[in-house]
Nanobody, 126 residues
Framework: QVQLVESGGGWVRTGGSLRLACAAS????????MAWFRQAPEKEREFVAA???????TYYADSVKGRFTISRDNANTLYLQMNSLKPEDTAVYYC????????????????????WGQGTQVTVSS
């Protein structure tokens, strides 16, 4: 079982930047997927970005391509660099980890992920 602890959320003006981090512990090795999802009030949780273990291939939702960058380091800390933020990016952001390495057909699905962080609020406004 992996434990996920998030940090870096907060308030930022439209056009600004934030970097989220998620520290993973309790699992040896790195051959598992990690991802970011977000959930706005009264909306369903939606996929934002994911990164595979090993080859570190990345996947992004169309709404964040070119603005957000997902990465992970050798200690299995997950990051989300968010640039050019918009009010519609406002949501609770959740870090997630899969028990196996995801593939193209599963990487964007909530059910792929077994462990979730507590969520961190990101608010974007002028």
């Amino acid at each position: 079982q992996v434990q996920l602890v998030e940090s870096g959320g907060g308030w930022v003006r439209t056009g600004g930047s934030l970097r989220l981090a998620c520290a993973a512990s309790g699992r040896s090795g790195s051959m598992f997927g990690m991802a970011w999802f977000r959930q706005a009030p009264e909306k369903e949780r939606e996929f934002v970005a994911a990164i595979r273990g090993g080859d570190r291939r990345t996947y992004y939702a169309d709404s964040v391509k070119g603005r957000f960058t997902i990465s992970r380091d050798n200690a299995n800390t997950l990051y989300l660099q968010m640039n050019s933020l918009k009010p519609e990016d406002t949501a609770v952001y959740y870090c997630a980890a899969s028990s196996g390495n995801p593939i193209l057909s599963t990487v964007r699905k909530i059910e792929t992920y077994d462990e979730w962080g507590q969520g961190t609020q990101v608010t974007v406004s002028s």
